[in-house]
C-alpha cells in the first residue's frame, strides 16, 4: 500500500503544472527630446525562464493632466500591434527584439502634447507576474542641462585635480629625494677629497742615504 501511494505521489509531482515566478521589467526612469526629433523608449524584462513563444509587451500612455490611459503598442505571437487611431497614429512602431527580452518602442515627430508617462508590461510565461514600469517623456524646444551632467562635470573636475595633487605630491617627493641624494654624494665626494689631500700632506719626505766620510 505504502508503495502504490509513493508512487502516485511522483506520478502526480511529474505531471504537476510548473508553478509561475515573478518577473521584473525595466525602463527609464526619464527621458528628454526636442519637438519634431524622435525617441527611443526601452523596455527589457528579467525572468528565469528562457524567453518563451509567447512571451509579449505592451504598451501604454498617460498625458499630462489626463486621468486616461490609452493602449498605443501590443506585441504578442510573433506580431506587434501599433496605435492606428489615436494621438501616436502613424508615429509609433514596435523596434525591439523580443527574443533578446527587448520591447522597444520608436516615438516619430514629437510634439509639446506627446508630454506624459509611458507604461511598459512584459509576460514572458509562465512568468506572467510583475510590476509595470514607466518612464516619464518630457518634450522640448531647447533641451535643458540636466542635473546629473553637472553633478557628473562637478564629479569629474574633482577627481581630476586629486589625481594631479597626488602627481605633484609624488613628483615633489621625486624631486625632493634626489636633490638630497645628490648633496649626499656631493659631500661624500668632497670629503673623499679632503682625506686624500690630508694624506697626501702628511706624507713623511723620502729618505736620502749620504755617503760616509
Not at 69 to 81: D, K, L, Q
Not at 95 to 101: A, E, H, S, W
Not at 108 to 121: E, P, V, W
Not at 160 to 186: C, E, Q
Amino acid at each position: 500500500m505504502l508503495t502504490v501511494l509513493a508512487l502516485a505521489s511522483v506520478v502526480l509531482l511529474g505531471t504537476a503544472p510548473e508553478p509561475s515566478q515573478a518577473i521584473s521589467i525595466y525602463t527609464s526612469w526619464e527621458r528628454h527630446a526636442l519637438v519634431g526629433s524622435d525617441i527611443r523608449l526601452s523596455c527589457t524584462f528579467f525572468s528565469w525562464h528562457f524567453v518563451s513563444e509567447d512571451v509579449s509587451f505592451t504598451w501604454r500612455y498617460r498625458g499630462d493632466g489626463s486621468r486616461d490611459t490609452i493602449s498605443i503598442a501590443h506585441y504578442a505571437g510573433g506580431e506587434a500591434y501599433t496605435d492606428n487611431k489615436g494621438p501616436f497614429k502613424d508615429r509609433v512602431e514596435f523596434v525591439g527584439n523580443p527574443k533578446r527580452r527587448d520591447g522597444s518602442i520608436l516615438i516619430k515627430n514629437l510634439d509639446f502634447s506627446d508630454n506624459g508617462t509611458f507604461t511598459c508590461d512584459a509576460k514572458n510565461p509562465p512568468d506572467i507576474v510583475g510590476r509595470p514600469s514607466n518612464v516619464r517623456l518630457l518634450v522640448f524646444e531647447n533641451l535643458p542641462i540636466q542635473a546629473g551632467v553637472i553633478t557628473g562635470a562637478i564629479i569629474g573636475v574633482v577627481l581630476g585635480l586629486l589625481v594631479l595633487i597626488v602627481v605633484i605630491y609624488y613628483l615633489m617627493r621625486f624631486l625632493v629625494a634626489r636633490r638630497v641624494f645628490s648633496l649626499n654624494v656631493s659631500k661624500h665626494g668632497k670629503k673623499k677629497k679632503e682625506g686624500s689631500q690630508q694624506r697626501q700632506l702628511w706624507t713623511p719626505p723620502p729618505l736620502t742615504c749620504y755617503p760616509l766620510p
